[in-house]
């Protein structure tokens, strides 16, 4: 009964600061480093102060008569776990109020692993990330950030634990792996989030995990493609393709035997047969098959007439200088002389 009498007479004795008995913290809350050095100022401005003081097992004060502000020092703080007291006698009544103190510490290192894998992983499917941070406190003010290059895939926060002495946790990711990953990057980042009022810190990477993504082949051009070149003409037929592995290709190809096989991504020939090549893409992961349709062309009619038409209009051109400029001698005479059968020429001798 006298305990709970006491504990009453204490609580009414020492209540938190209100608008009659004001208290101010410079600055309102903390963050220092461990080991690091802790600086604040409690002030009152009510009126009748008679004394006021610090309440902490490191840098107390205890009571100071005729003073309505008093600062707190400690040099060096190798405690987790602090929460220093600000109290003012005013006209026999005590006010308190609590100065927020955090201590942080880095984490030693983050590091980052794939279940499951080394980094070999297949187009499509879901991988679980896991970016631990080691040694750091307090850990419910790690932001932990899955990181592609520059680009954040999955950013993720500790709520549910809350002690303030350093531990080593580890952080869960799903990531849904691309092609576009393949011989790129991923990296854990840790950072330590206080607020806009606390201090800004460096962030702390893992090694980056190179990603090998596995995926089927994809054509470079996937439609299939038609054409028409003249029989006898150059054909060159491209099935580049992508795909991790390096795809191996196929080809069935039209010959007056059937068909033949051929290798390679690229088929280069001289066009005799007409018909479809179809080139086939494969790896361990699937398979793509793409089809040429050739169409065959000849030497048209219309451009041997014309051919011919050209060397008979050059032979009706000879033949009318030949009327107008070549002599009965046979030769060739800008000025040719009026000629009558059985005349002697009066050209030279």
Avoid at 101 to 116: A, H, N, Q
Avoid at 260 to 281: I, M, Q, R
Avoid at 324 to 344: N, R
Wanted: with cysteine.
């Amino acid at each position: 009964m006298m305990f709970i009498l006491f504990g009453c007479l204490m609580a009414y004795a020492a209540k938190p600061a209100t608008a009659s008995c004001s208290l101010e913290m410079i600055p309102k809350s903390v963050v220092v480093p461990f080991g690091g050095s802790l600086s604040a100022v409690c002030k009152s401005s009510s009126g009748g102060v008679t004394g006021m003081g610090w309440e902490s097992p490191y840098g107390g004060t205890g009571l100071v008569n005729g003073v309505s502000n008093l600062t707190l020092q400690i040099d060096s703080l190798k405690h987790w776990s602090v929460e220093p007291i600000c109290f003012v006698n005013v006209n026999g009544s005590q006010c308190t109020e609590v100065l927020p103190v955090t201590v942080y510490k880095m984490p030693d290192s983050v590091s980052i692993s794939l279940f499951g894998s080394d980094g070999l992983i297949v187009e499509g499917e879901t991988y679980q990330v896991r970016c631990e941070a080691s040694e750091v406190a307090p850990v419910r003010d790690v932001t932990m950030e899955l990181l592609y290059g520059n680009e954040t895939l999955e950013r993720d926060k500790v709520y549910t634990v809350f002690k303030d002495d350093p531990v080593t946790f580890s952080f869960e990711f799903l990531m849904l792996s691309k092609r576009d990953y393949n011989g790129n990057r991923i990296r854990c980042a840790a950072k330590m989030d206080f607020g806009p009022s606390g201090p800004n810190l460096p962030v702390t990477y893992s090694e980056p995990l190179e990603l090998t993504v596995q995926y089927p082949p994809t054509f470079s051009q996937p439609e299939d493609e038609t054409l028409t070149l003249p029989v006898g003409s150059w054909m060159s037929l491209n099935c580049s393709a992508s795909g991790n592995p390096a795809p191996e290709y196929s080809w069935n190809i039209p010959s007056e035997s059937g068909k033949l096989t051929g290798t390679g991504d690229v088929f280069n020939s001289s066009f005799k047969y007409p018909g479809t090549y179809e080139c086939t893409a494969a790896n361990s992961q699937g398979a793509a098959t793409k089809r040429f349709t050739v169409n065959g062309s000849s030497r048209t009619r219309t451009t041997l007439a014309a051919v011919l038409g050209v060397f008979l209009a050059l032979a009706v051109v000879l033949c009318v200088l030949g009327l107008y400029f070549v002599t009965p001698h046979g030769t060739f005479s800008c000025s040719k002389p009026s000629y009558t059968p059985g005349q002697a020429s009066s050209g030279p001798v």
